[in-house]
Nanobody, 127 residues
Framework: QVQFVESGGGLVQPGGSLRLSCAAP????????IGWFRRAPGKEREGVSC????????TYADSVKVRFYISSDKAKNPVYLQMKDLKPEDTAVYYC????????????????????WGQGTQVTVSS
């Protein structure tokens, strides 16, 4: 079974940048989209970004558009989330997972379609 490992989180000041990595060591990922999600304290998990199986399309939550960028190589392993101009409201645990239903990304992430969640990586934006 695929097991994702997220890394790259940390403490950063407002306006700073981080690059998160989502890897599945030893697995070939093919056929499905990969998504990044986050859960802030006291809030539900929300979709942040998604990259399609082909890598040809991406989606972003409105709150992170033009600040976050998702990318990967052909193998989609790892999948990166480049985050810039970070804000305190971006503070959360960030997770990645594989969409086990479809190869394309939906406009709004359907969390129930995703599986193989990693342990997450903490991102804290604070001065």
């Amino acid at each position: 079974q695929v097991q994702f490992v997220e890394s790259g989180g940390g403490l950063v000041q407002p306006g700073g940048s981080l690059r998160l990595s989502c890897a599945a060591p030893g697995f070939t990922l093919d056929g499905y989209a990969i998504g990044w999600f986050r859960r802030a304290p006291g809030k539900e998990r929300e979709g942040v970004s998604c990259i399609s199986n082909s890598g040809g399309s991406e989606t972003y939550a409105d709150s992170v558009k033009v600040r976050f960028y998702i990318s990967s190589d052909k193998a989609k392993n790892p999948v990166y989330l480049q985050m810039k101009d970070l804000k305190p409201e971006d503070t959360a645990v960030y997770y990645c997972a594989e969409n086990i239903v479809r190869a394309a990304c939906t406009a709004v992430a359907r969390t129930y379609e995703y599986a193989y969640w990693g342990q997450g990586t903490q991102v804290t934006v604070s001065s």
